[in-house]
Each structure stands twice: as structure tokens, then as C-alpha cells.
């Protein structure tokens, strides 16, 4: 069974940056999105890329900061994040789902196990 891995995740003081990785092996057709949950909030859709690029998008809380990019040939997903806040806390988990996207209507299927962010004030 294909598994999603998330690796990258750290302490970073207010302002500073990290890259997030997804190894998703197994799902090279399917779009890759980044949520994150922070204690006590329900998850937030983050960001996500389609298979091929065809569609990048971000929630309006990371637009400008996050970058979200993808390499099939190494079947990863990076999420790219800077100045960061420390609203940003939270677990962040990639996950795998519509080709075009729409984790609103079809919620996807597959996560990985998440990575922690913290981020410092």
C-alpha cells in the first residue's frame, strides 16, 4: 500500500523559514495537498499542486509566503514556507487526493502521519 512520508518539520523563530517534504510514491496522478492542525482547531487546507502543475493553489493565510512545488521524478512534494508566524504552529500533514484539486467536495483518502512546525515569537 502506497504511503505518504512528511519530513522537514522544526522550531523556527517568528520570521524564519523551513521546507516541508512529501514522499508520495504511488500517487503520481493524483493532486498533493498540504493541511495542518493546530491544537484545539479543527484542520485548514494549506496549499495544494495537481499532477501536472496544472493547478497551484494556496489558502489565503499562507498566500505570499508558502510556495508549493512538485518533482514526479522523485515523486515529492515540497512546501516551501516563509516568514513565517507564529500562527503557523500546527501539524502539518501532505495528502493525496483529486487530480484537479477539489479536497472540498472529495476530501482525500490518503495522509501521511504529519511533521510538527513550531514557530517562536
Known amino acids: 500500500q502506497a504511503q505518504l512520508v512528511e519530513s522537514g518539520g522544526g522550531l523556527v523563530q517568528s520570521g524564519g523559514s523551513l521546507r516541508l517534504s512529501c514522499t508520495a510514491p504511488?500517487?503520481?496522478?493524483?493532486?498533493i495537498g498540504w493541511f495542518r492542525q493546530a491544537p484545539g482547531k479543527e484542520r485548514e487546507w494549506v496549499s495544494c499542486?495537481?499532477?501536472?502543475?496544472?493547478?497551484?493553489l494556496y489558502s489565503d493565510s499562507v498566500k505570499g509566503r508558502f510556495t508549493i512545488s512538485r518533482d514526479n521524478s522523485k515523486n515529492m512534494v515540497d512546501l516551501q514556507m516563509r516568514n513565517l508566524l507564529p500562527e503557523d504552529t500546527a501539524v502539518y500533514y501532505c495528502?493525496?487526493?483529486?487530480?484537479?484539486?477539489?479536497?472540498?467536495?472529495?476530501?482525500?483518502?490518503?495522509w501521511g502521519s504529519g511533521t510538527q512546525v513550531t514557530v517562536s515569537s
Open positions: 495528502a493525496a487526493g483529486h487530480p484537479s484539486c477539489l479536497f472540498e467536495t472529495y476530501e482525500p483518502k490518503d
Open positions: 504511488g500517487f503520481r496522478y493524483s493532486g
Open positions: 499542486i495537481s499532477p501536472n502543475h496544472e493547478y497551484i
